[in-house]
C-alpha cells in the first residue's frame, strides 16, 4: 500500500468524502421508498453505518504516502486525518443521540439523517482542502445543511427563527469569506494555500493581502462563533433542536478551525504580526463576553451557547502562540470540547426531550433524583467544562495556556484562567441543581430511561472525556503529527533559558 | 515492596470502593457498611507509614516516581515526610469517624454520597502525597469537586448557595495558582517538586525578583482561601452551617495548612520571609476577630466556623515566626485542631439529629438528658480552648511563645485569643448543658449516646489526652519535616542582605 504520493490515486484523497456522499444518496432514494406512515430509524443506522465506513477510511488514509490529490487541490496528512476522524466521532454520536430523542418524532427524517451526512461531507471536505475555492465549497455543504437542520422542528415558533437567523448572518459571514478569497486572488493570483505563501510576500499590493485576511477571518469566527461575531449563537442554539446543536456546536466549528489554522499558519504565516493581534483581541472578547452572558442565562440551551463562546475563544489563545504547541493545543482542545460538548448535549437532549420540554436551570432541579447515571454523566460533562484535573476540559486548558505561556503571551493566559474560574459559576448553577431536592410535581419524574442507543452515546463521550483527562498523551501525539505538517521548521526547542518566544518559522 | 506501593495503595483503595459503591444495590445499610470497611482497611494502610518510617533519614520516604505524561512531562510522582505523614494517618483516622457520623443522618441519595464522600477521600490522600506540582493541582481541585455537590445535595437549607460559593471562593484563585504552575516551568522546564526546588534554590537569575514575588503571591492566595486565612474566610461560616457533618469535618484547615509549609515556604523562602509580618498581623487578628464573631453567634456550626478561624489563625501564626518551635507547633496544632474539631462536629451532629436544631437558645439544661455526651462534649470543649494534658494546649503554647519571640505586640493580641476562646466556649457550654430545662430540651424525651456513637467518641477524647501528654510521639517526625523550613538557606539570606 505503500504507494510514492505522486501514485496514490485522487480518488483516495477524498475516500472518506465520497463514502459518505454514497451513503447520503441511499438514505435519500430509501426514504422515497418507504410508506410514509412508517419508521425511519433503519435510515438513521444506514447513516451510521456509513459514518463508521467513513471513519475506517480516513484511519487508512493514515497508511498513504501524505500528499496533494486533484491537481493539488486536497491533501491528505496527518493534520486532515486528524480532524476527519474527530467530525467523524462527533457525526456517529449525534446520530445515535438523534435515534434515541427523535423516536416519537418521526416527521421527514430520512432528510434529516441525509442532511447530517452531507453537513458531515462538507466539514470533512474542509479539513482536507487546499485550495481556498474547495474551502468555500466545503463551507458552502456544511452551513446549509446545518441551517436546514436548525429549523427542523417546523411546528415550533423559535425553531424556524433560529433557521432563519443563522442562514441570514450565516451566508453573510460565507460572503465575507468569499470576497477574502477574491481579494487575495487578486493579491497573489492563485487561491491554493501552498502558492498563496510562497507568493504572498512578492506581493505588489500588501495592504489588499491585509484586508483579505480580515475578510476571511471575519468570516471564519463566524463560523466558530468567536466574539464580536457572536451574536446569532444563543438564539440558534435555543431554538434548534438539541441533538442537533450538539452537531452544529462541536463538527463544524472543528472544521472551521481546522481551516482557520491551515490559512493562517500555512497560507498567511508572512503576516503572523498582524493576524496575532486580531486573533488575540478575538480571543480576549470570545472568553469575557461568553462568560459574562452565560452568568446571567436561566435557560440551559442559552448558557451552552454562550459557554461555547467563551470555548472558542479558550482555543483563540492557543493560535497566538505561533508554534507548534500552539497548533497542537487547538486541535487537541476540538477533541476535548467535542467530547464534553456533545455528550452534555445528549444529556439536554434527552432529558428537554425533542420538543424542549425543559429548558431552565430550575427545570433540571432534582434530576439526581430519578435518574442517578444521566445525571452522573451531566455532572462529569459540567465538571470538565469547568476544567477541573482528571477531565479532558482540564488538559485542554492545560496545554492551550502552557503554549501560551512558553510564547510568552502571559496576558491572555491570566484573562483566559480569571475568566475560568467566572466560568465555574453558571457551569456549577446546574450541577448544584441537578443535585438539590427535587420540587413538587417536576417535570424531571417524567424524564424517559435511558435507551441503550444513548447509553452507547454516553458511554463513547464519557470515556473520551475520561482518556482525555488521564492518557491525553496519544491524542495529543495526533495532533502534534498534525501540527507537523503545517509547520514543518518549526524552531529548534527553545531551552529554558530563553527569554524570547519561538517565532514562526518563516522561510519560504 | 509494600514500602514502595503504599502511597499507590492509600489512593486506590477509596477509589476502588468509590467505584464498586457505584455498582452496590441501595439496600439496607449495605453501603454504609462497604464504606466503613473501606475506610477502615484504608486507616490500616496508613498506619503503615509511621511503623515503617525511617527517622534521621532527610528527604522523602516510600517515594514512587514514573512518567504520567510524557509532554510536557509530568510525573506520577509521591513521597512522604515528616510534614505531609501525620496528616496522611489524620485523614485515614478521620474518614471511619465521617462514616458513622453520617450513618443515620444521611438517608436519602446514600450511593451518591457515599462514592463523593470516598472520591474526597482519594482527593485528600492525593494532596498530601503528590511531589509533581500538576499532579497535586489535580488532586486539589478535584477535592472541590465531592464537597460542592454533597453540600448541595446534602445541605440544610440554603446548600446550593453555600456550594456554589465555596466551589468559587476556592477555584478562582486556583485559576492565578495555575497560571503561576505553568510560569514556573516556562523557565524550570519540569513540574517535580524536588527539582523545582533544587532549581529555584541554586539558579537565582532564573527569575526576576519581581515575577517571583508574584508567583509566590499566587500560590499563597490559593491556600490562604482554602485555610482560611483572615480576611479571606467568607465561605467558612455558609460551609459549616450547611455541609453534612463528615464534610464540614475535612473542608478547612488541613489541605492549606500544609500546602503553605509544603509549597509557600519550602518553593519560596525568601519571599515567604518577606510576607511574614503581614501573615503574622493577619493571624493575630483572625484569631481575635474569630473569637469575638463566635462569641456573639446564635448557631451552633456557626459559633464553631469561627471558633475554627480564630483557631486555624494560630498555625498560621506559627508558620510565620519560622522558628522550629512555631512551625512545629502549627502542625501539630493542625492534627489537634482536625481531630478536636471532627470530635465537636460529631457532638453537635449527634444533636441535630435528636432535637433538629442548631439554634442555641433552643437548648438548654442538657445535661440532665444526655450526662453521657455531655461528659465526651466537655473534654472536646477543653482540649478546643487548650487545657493543659488535652492536645489543644501543645500545639497553642508553641505557636504563642513564638510569636511572642517575634513581635511582642501580636503575640500579646494573640494571647488573648486564648481567653476568648475560653469563653464563648464555656458561655455556650453553660447556655446549651446547664440551667433549667428549655422548653425543646422538656418537650422531647431523646436517647443519650447510642452504642455506633460511643464507639465514635470515645476513641477521639482518649486521643486528645493522648497526644496532650505524649505529644513527642508526633513530634519526633514532625521535627524532622520542618527543619529544612526553619533554617534560611545561605542564598536566601545573602539574597535578602543585598536588597
Not at chain 1, 444 to 459: G, H, K, N, R, Y
Not at chain 2, 194 to 206: A, D, I, R, T, Y
Request: with cysteine; proline share 4%.
Amino acid at each position: 500500500m505503500n504507494l510514492p504520493s505522486e501514485f496514490v490515486p485522487s480518488y483516495y484523497r477524498i475516500l472518506p468524502e465520497i463514502i459518505m456522499t454514497i451513503f447520503g444518496v441511499i438514505i435519500m432514494m430509501a426514504d422515497g421508498m418507504i410508506a410514509p406512515k412508517n419508521s425511519r430509524r433503519s435510515l438513521g443506522w444506514i447513516a451510521v453505518l456509513g459514518t463508521l465506513l467513513a471513519t475506517a477510511a480516513s484511519v487508512w488514509q493514515l497508511g498513504l504516502a501524505p500528499g496533494v490529490g486533484y491537481s493539488g487541490t486536497v491533501q491528505t496528512d496527518a493534520f486532515s486525518v486528524f480532524f476527519h476522524l474527530l467530525i467523524c466521532g462527533i457525526v456517529l454520536v449525534s446520530l445515535l443521540v438523534s435515534l434515541d430523542a427523535t423516536k416519537a418524532a418521526t416527521e421527514d427524517m430520512g432528510a434529516y439523517y441525509a442532511l447530517v451526512v452531507f453537513g458531515a461531507v462538507g466539514m470533512l471536505l474542509m479539513t482536507s482542502a487546499v485550495e481556498l475555492l474547495l474551502v468555500f465549497v466545503g463551507l458552502e455543504i456544511s452551513s446549509i445543511s446545518t441551517y436546514i437542520l436548525a429549523g427542523f422542528r417546523k411546528k415550533t415558533g423559535k425553531s424556524p427563527e433560529a433557521a432563519i437567523k443563522y442562514f441570514l448572518l450565516g451566508s453573510f459571514a460565507t460572503a465575507f469569506f468569499l470576497y477574502g478569497v477574491a481579494l487575495t486572488f487578486g493579491a497573489t493570483g492563485t487561491t491554493r494555500i501552498a502558492d498563496i505563501a510562497s507568493l504572498l510576500p512578492h506581493s505588489s499590493t500588501p495592504s489588499l493581502t491585509w484586508i483579505a485576511l480580515g475578510m476571511i477571518v471575519i468570516g471564519l469566527g463566524f463560523k466558530v462563533s468567536a466574539a464580536p461575531f457572536q451574536v446569532w449563537t444563543p438564539d440558534v442554539y435555543e431554538g434548534a433542536p438539541s441533538p442537533v446543536v450538539g452537531l452544529m456546536s462541536t463538527a463544524p466549528k472543528a472544521a472551521a478551525f481546522a481551516v482557520l489554522l491551515r490559512i493562517t499558519y500555512d497560507a498567511f504565516s508572512t503576516l503572523h504580526a498582524h493576524w496575532t493581534v486580531l486573533l488575540w483581541i478575538m480571543a480576549a472578547l470570545s472568553m469575557t463576553i461568553g462568560n459574562l452572558g452565560a452568568l446571567r442565562q436561566q435557560s440551559v440551551k442559552r448558557m451552552l451557547a454562550y459557554s461555547s463562546i467563551a470555548h472558542a475563544g479558550y482555543l483563540l489563545v492557543a493560535f497566538t502562540a505561533l508554534s507548534r504547541d500552539g497548533i497542537a493545543a487547538a486541535s487537541f482542545y476540538t477533541v476535548s470540547y467535542a467530547a464534553m460538548n456533545v455528550g452534555i448535549f445528549a444529556v439536554v437532549s434527552h432529558v428537554g426531550g425533542y420538543d424542549d420540554r425543559l429548558t431552565l436551570v430550575q427545570d433540571f432541579r432534582g434530576l439526581g433524583y430519578k435518574a442517578p447515571v444521566l445525571t452522573g454523566a451531566l455532572a462529569f460533562f459540567l465538571i470538565s467544562l469547568i476544567g477541573i484535573p482528571f477531565t479532558g476540559g482540564f488538559f485542554g486548558k492545560f496545554y492551550v495556556f502552557t503554549a501560551a505561556l512558553h510564547a510568552g503571551i502571559v496576558w491572555l493566559a491570566i484573562i483566559g484562567l480569571v475568566n475560568s474560574g467566572i466560568a465555574a459559576y453558571y457551569y456549577l448553577r446546574l450541577l448544584v441543581a441537578v443535585y438539590a431536592k427535587p420540587i413538587e410535581n417536576s417535570g424531571v419524574m417524567a424524564v424517559p430511561a435511558i435507551s441503550w442507543t444513548l447509553a452507547v452515546a454516553l458511554a463513547l463521550t464519557v470515556g473520551a472525556t475520561l482518556v482525555l483527562g488521564i492518557a491525553p498523551g496519544k491524542v495529543l501525539g495526533m495532533a502534534q503529527s498534525g501540527a507537523t505538517t503545517l509547520l514543518p521548521a518549526a524552531p529548534p526547542n527553545s531551552g529554558p533559558d530563553s527569554t524570547s518566544p519561538p517565532a514562526l518559522a518563516v522561510n519560504r | 515492596v509494600l514500602d514502595d506501593l503504599i502511597l499507590t495503595l492509600i489512593v486506590l483503595v477509596p477509589l476502588a470502593g468509590a467505584i464498586i459503591v457505584g455498582f452496590l444495590p441501595r439496600k439496607g445499610k449495605l453501603i454504609q457498611g462497604f464504606t466503613l470497611a473501606v475506610t477502615l482497611f484504608s486507616f490500616l494502610c496508613t498506619l503503615h507509614l509511621p511503623a515503617h518510617f525511617h527517622y534521621g533519614h532527610t528527604g522523602f520516604q516510600f517515594e514512587q516516581d514514573a512518567i504520567w505524561i510524557a509532554n510536557p512531562e509530568i510525573h506520577y510522582h509521591v513521597g512522604v515526610d515528616g510534614i505531609s505523614m501525620w496528616l496522611i494517618v489524620l485523614t485515614g483516622l478521620l474518614a471511619p469517624l465521617g462514616v458513622l457520623a453520617s450513618w443515620n443522618a444521611i438517608e436519602t441519595r446514600t450511593k451518591e454520597f457515599y462514592f463523593f464522600f470516598l472520591l474526597q477521600q482519594v482527593a485528600m490522600y492525593g494532596v498530601f502525597i503528590s511531589l509533581d506540582l500538576i499532579l497535586y493541582y489535580g488532586f486539589w481541585e478535584l477535592s472541590l469537586v465531592p464537597m460542592a455537590i454533597l453540600i448541595a445535595m446534602h445541605g440544610r437549607s440554603q446548600g446550593g448557595r453555600a456550594a456554589i460559593k465555596f466551589f468559587i471562593y476556592t477555584f478562582v484563585p486556583s485559576a492565578l495558582f495555575l497560571v503561576a504552575i505553568l510560569a514556573l516551568y516556562a523557565r524550570t522546564q519540569t513540574f517535580d517538586f524536588v527539582l523545582v526546588q533544587q532549581k529555584l534554590g541554586s539558579q537565582p537569575g532564573l527569575f526576576g525578583p519581581q515575577a517571583l514575588w508574584f508567583i509566590s503571591l499566587a500560590f499563597l492566595f490559593a491556600f490562604a482561601v482554602k485555610v482560611p486565612v483572615f480576611p479571606l474566610h467568607g465561605w467558612l461560616g455558609d460551609v459549616f452551617s450547611e455541609a453534612p457533618t463528615a464534610m464540614a469535618m475535612v473542608v478547612s484547615g488541613k489541605l492549606g495548612i500544609y500546602s503553605i509549609l509544603r509549597f509557600h515556604l519550602a518553593l519560596f523562602p525568601a519571599q515567604a520571609r518577606q510576607i511574614a509580618p503581614l501573615m503574622i498581623a493577619l493571624a493575630a487578628i483572625g484569631i481575635v476577630y474569630g473569637a469575638l464573631v463566635a462569641l456573639v453567634q446564635k448557631d451552633l456550626k456557626r459559633l464553631l466556623a469561627f471558633a475554627t478561624l480564630s483557631s486555624l489563625s494560630f498555625c498560621t501564626l506559627g508558620i510565620y515566626t519560622f522558628a522550629a518551635s512555631g512551625l512545629s507547633g502549627a502542625l501539630f496544632h493542625i492534627l489537634s485542631e482536625s481531630i478536636t474539631g471532627a470530635a465537636m462536629f460529631i457532638l453537635l451532629g449527634l444533636m441535630y439529629e435528636r432535637y433538629s436544631s442548631y439554634d442555641i437558645h433552643q437548648y438548654g439544661g442538657l445535661a440532665s438528658r444526655m450526662p453521657r455526651m455531655t461528659v465526651l462534649f466537655l473534654v472536646t470543649t477543653l482540649s478546643l480552648i487548650g487545657l493543659p494534658i488535652l492536645t489543644g494546649f501543645v500545639g497553642e503554647f508553641l505557636t504563642l511563645s513564638s510569636g511572642f519571640q517575634v513581635n511582642h505586640l501580636y503575640g500579646t493580641i494573640a494571647t488573648t485569643g486564648v481567653i476568648l476562646s475560653a469563653s464563648y466556649m464555656l458561655w455556650m457550654v453553660q447556655r446549651v448543658f446547664y440551667g433549667a430545662n428549655s422548653p425543646m430540651v422538656e418537650r422531647t424525651t431523646v436517647p443519650d449516646l447510642f452504642l455506633r456513637e460511643k464507639l465514635t467518641l470515645w476513641p477521639v477524647a482518649v486521643l486528645m489526652l493522648v497526644m496532650g501528654v505524649s505529644s513527642t510521639l508526633w513530634f519526633r517526625a514532625i521535627d524532622e519535616g520542618i527543619a529544612p523550613l526553619a533554617t534560611q538557606p545561605a542564598a536566601t539570606t545573602a539574597h535578602l542582605e543585598a536588597r
